[in-house]
């Protein structure tokens, strides 16, 4: 895909419709703004801009144009991204060789399996049995369809004669799981009468199927997919591709144990849930969860079993710095049986109301069941909640040993925390003296950027020349490119910026980058000569930035169609351009 159609893709996209999908904007003066889809933060600082057709976010610099943002929110590389976006601007793309994925044939198969599941539950006889279950237990059509919710027959050979007819070579179906060959040597479905929930990649391609039995004889209540080459339960979270655009909007996701309960919570209105594969959490599944959230919150099962699984579950999570929090279903109840005895309302309700961190959970998990007037009890007690406590804030370690003191009625000096195993005691450790904070050194893109602001600050005029020259790709200070934004914003209804009015008008983060970089720096309180030329040079230099970050786009696209004469022309002009 050369250069041009992804510049006509980019056009025809319309940023504001896009980034909408994602997150919630409102306009102010030229530009919207949103929370970052990308990153965590209380204050608004996505822009996105319809005159130019970019979106970035000022606190962590991602963003870009259409292509580049989708493939980022997605998680997909930007050609995926590109084609995706060409299909829904109707614009036709001819074959083109690009980088093709080793286990594309693997892909589409599964795929097929999917889709004839699904065929089957809503076009058989079995299936009106295995829909009257689902509706049953609560599932809605749309539900139902949002799951992707299938029927595997009854009849053994059905799948195999399905996919061999599309010319699918059986050993795949066996390498995949679908099909298992008898000593007679047919073939025979491994899901024959099982209502199936595909499982899917980060990237959404299908790569296996847990299937629920409809026969009250089977042992098995649930069978899940082989291990395969694309199949593998330690490294895959059922409905995290599903769940990402909530999850990201969130900023959170909701960790279940069972299918059921993510899909009995997304009904119930809690549309971030995901569960493991059946398996404990293993750290793979862990930084997967990292990769699209920075928050989790753990609903496992009510009773003891679910309630251990969330201790061993908390420090894998903790491992990869993810924010916990734990949800405790009442009555050892699951979530799936909470919401069926008791109606989503209640259940929403529950859920807002009993989230506590993973210090609260552990520390009553720790303290029930034990006799504190009882020896054994009392120093396994104290031993649990001293280890819980070896890797914690300072100030937890304080709040939890007064409080651990209080419950066995002993004195705080008794109960020593020692981090890391190491020798010396935390409450005898002098607090360490504080470093002294020195000023940041600007590179050059950084000065350019700031002249540039206390230009803008100074005169409309100016303010209007710079910014009519800039694009929001263009700034690379998270607070300064904010502020570049909300002086042309304050212009918008003033011929004068009054820098107390402006103050006030900002957030506490951006009124303190003002007062303490930006109204003290050199760029304000020293004489300069604010005119046109003074602009562009700094401009000029600015923008050389950018250069730097198209450089590293166009590695990326390189990558994926190395032939590309045009891309690979422009990549070495940049690299000149850059050397001088």
């Given at each position: 895909m050369?250069n041009?159609?992804f510049?006509?893709?980019n ?7 896009l ?11 030229k ?57 829904r ?19 589409a ?6 889709t004839?599941?699904q ?8 299936g009106e049995q ?14 139902i ?9 009854a009849?053994?050979?059905?799948i ?17 799981g ?12 491994l899901?024959?009468?099982r ?5 899917t990649?980060l ?9 629920r039995?409809?026969s009250?004889?089977?042992?098995v ?9 694309i199949f593998k339960?330690?490294?895959l979270?059922?409905?995290?591709y599903e ?11 909701v ?9 009995a919570?997304?009904q119930?209105g809690?549309?971030?849930g995901v ?15 990292k ?25 894998i999570?903790?491992?990869v710095a993810l ?11 699951d ?13 929403e ?5 009993s ?11 720790y ?32 709040i ?10 002993i004195?705080?000096?008794a ?6 195993r ?7 450790k ?5 470093k002294k ?21 100074r ?5 209007l ?8 790709d263009?700034?690379?200070?998270q607070?300064?490119?904010v502020?570049?934004i ?6 918008q ?7 107390d ?7 506490f983060e ?5 007062e ?10 020293n ?7 003074g602009?562009?040079?700094?401009i000029r ?40």
């Amino acid at each position: 895909m050369d250069n041009e159609l992804f510049k006509t893709i980019n056009d025809k996209t319309n940023i504001v419709d896009l980034v909408s999908e994602f997150v919630q904007l409102q306009k102010k003066g030229k530009n919207f703004f949103g929370l970052c889809p990308f990153h965590d933060e209380k204050t608004p600082s996505f822009s996105v801009s319809p005159e130019k057709n970019i979106c970035k976010c000022m606190g962590c610099g991602e963003g870009g144009q259409p292509i580049t943002f989708y493939s980022k929110i997605k998680g997909i590389p930007m050609h995926e991204a590109a084609l995706e976006l060409a299909e829904r601007a109707g614009i036709k793309i001819n074959d083109q060789p690009v980088k093709t994925d080793p286990h594309a044939k693997d892909y589409a198969l599964m795929k097929e399996a999917m889709t004839f599941y699904q065929f089957n539950l809503k076009n058989s006889k079995g299936g009106e049995q295995a829909i009257t279950y689902l509706h049953n237990r609560g599932l809605s059509d749309q539900t139902i369809e949002h799951f992707k919710i299938g029927l595997a027959p009854a009849h053994g050979e059905t799948i195999y004669q399905i996919l061999k007819d599309k010319g699918y070579a059986v050993s795949d179906m066996i390498a995949l799981g679908l099909v298992k060959q008898s000593d007679d040597g047919s073939y025979f479905d491994l899901f024959a009468n099982r209502i199936m929930f595909p499982v899917t990649n980060l990237r959404g391609h299908i790569v296996g199927f847990s299937g629920r039995t409809l026969s009250t004889q089977d042992k098995v209540k649930y069978m899940n997919s082989p291990e395969s080459h694309i199949f593998k339960k330690s490294e895959l979270i059922y409905h995290l591709y599903e769940g990402l655009g909530d999850i990201r909007k969130a900023k959170q996701a909701v960790l279940y144990e069972g299918f059921f309960d993510v899909i009995a919570s997304y009904q119930a209105g809690i549309k971030n849930g995901v569960a493991t594969m059946g398996t404990a959490l293993t750290n793979g599944q862990a930084r997967l969860l990292k990769q699209v959230t920075p928050s989790i919150i753990i609903a496992y099962d009510g009773d003891e079993a679910g309630q251990k699984a969330i201790r061993s579950a908390i420090p894998i999570l903790s491992s990869v710095a993810l924010k916990l929090g734990v949800v405790t279903i009442p009555e050892s109840m699951d979530p799936d049986e909470f919401i069926q005895n008791y109606g989503p309302d209640r259940y929403e309700t529950m859920f807002a109301e009993s989230i506590v961190d993973h210090y609260q959970f552990s520390y009553q998990y720790y303290k029930k069941g034990k006799d504190l007037t009882n020896a054994n009890d009392i120093k396994t007690f104290k031993d649990q909640v001293v280890r819980m406590l070896a890797t914690a804030d300072e100030t937890i370690q304080a709040i939890y040993k007064k409080r651990l003191a209080h419950d066995l009625n002993i004195d705080e000096k008794a109960i020593v925390i020692r981090r890391n195993r190491a020798s010396k005691h935390i409450e005898s450790k002098p607090a360490p003296l504080p470093k002294k904070k020195h000023k940041k050194f600007l590179n050059k893109y950084e000065r350019a950027e700031r002249y540039l602001l206390c230009g803008m600050l100074r005169l409309k005029a100016s303010c209007l020349y710079i910014q009519s020259r800039l694009t929001l790709d263009d700034h690379i200070d998270q607070l300064t490119g904010v502020l570049c934004i909300k002086v042309e914003d304050y212009y918008q209804e003033h011929d004068i910026l009054v820098i107390d009015d402006f103050l006030n008008g900002l957030t506490f983060e951006e009124r303190e980058h003002m007062e303490i970089e930006i109204l003290t720096s050199m760029q304000w309180n020293n004489v300069f000569d604010y005119d046109s030329e003074g602009f562009d040079e700094h401009i000029r230099i600015l923008k050389s930035y950018a250069d730097q970050r198209r450089l590293n786009e166009l590695k990326e696209l390189l990558d994926i169609n190395p032939h590309d004469l045009s891309l690979l022309a422009e990549f070495q002009q940049l690299q000149a351009k850059l050397k001088h």
